[in-house]
């Protein structure tokens, strides 16, 4: 069974705290993604990563950064919080490669800043 | 980038009916479209995914038909039942070295009524 854990399911930080989210994948995926999940603006991609040390970014990475130094993880920074990064934050990871291409999910941290 | 519509945003059916939920993509290169089931406080999980080179494809109530020319996807869910009362993602992807991610619809939250 594939997993993908993230290290907490609930966060509260204060504005201005620099908070790192971290992703484990267990499966030895070579994509990793961060995605932040807000009501009726679904799942919107914040960074991605496609082998260790390489990171893009994906459609809202303003206010983030990514480290992937080992495969297995992937981290999520925020270097200022703010409160408008409250949100449901999902890790996810995904295999290269045209037979599997299921992208599979953590359960989420749900961050409030406040 | 990718764009990804999603509708109806909710959707309420009687226990028995069915269920259509509409995606519509504007990247042509797009080959592979997941849906995803999310639960109440729970991962998003994989139902059903359908290739480029596909137009169709059925996994008991569950189906999904892909027009390529008018890029857009849909899934239909017969004879329903209260557990499959959850919020739905479509997604649109390619199978590239370092492109696969994945861009998500804004969901679409599915009641179905006893």
């Known amino acids: 069974d594939v997993k993908v854990t993230q290290s907490s399911r609930y966060l509260v930080k204060r504005t201005g705290e620099k908070v790192f989210l971290e992703c484990v994948q267990d499966m030895d995926h070579e994509n990793m993604f961060w995605y932040r999940q807000d009501p009726g603006l679904g799942l919107r991609l914040i960074y991605f990563?496609?082998?260790?040390?390489?990171?893009e970014k994906g459609d809202i990475p303003e206010g983030y950064s990514v480290s992937r130094e080992k495969k297995e993880r992937f981290s999520l920074i925020l270097e200022s919080a703010s409160t408008n990064q409250t949100s449901m934050y999902l890790c996810?990871?995904?295999?290269?490669?045209?037979?599997?291409?299921?992208?599979?999910f953590g359960q989420g941290t749900r961050l409030t800043v406040v | 980038g990718e764009n990804v519509e999603q509708h109806p945003s909710t959707l309420s059916v009687q226990e028995g009916d069915s269920a259509v939920i509409k995606c519509t993509y504007s990247d042509s290169a797009s080959n592979y479209f997941p849906w995803y089931k999310q639960e109440l406080g729970k991962r998003p999980q994989l139902i059903i995914d359908?290739?480029?080179?596909?137009g169709e494809k059925k996994d008991q109530r569950i189906a999904v038909t892909l027009n390529k020319t008018a890029k857009h996807f849909s899934l239909h869910i017969t004879e329903t039942q209260p557990e499959d009362s959850a919020v739905y993602f479509c997604a649109a992807s390619r199978d590239f070295y370092t492109g696969n991610q994945f861009y998500f619809g804004t969901g679409t939250s599915l009641t179905v009524i006893p």
């Open positions: 990563s496609y082998d260790v040390k390489m990171k």
């Open positions: 359908i290739r480029s080179n596909v």
């Open positions: 996810a990871s995904r295999p290269t490669g045209t037979g599997v291409t299921e992208a599979f």
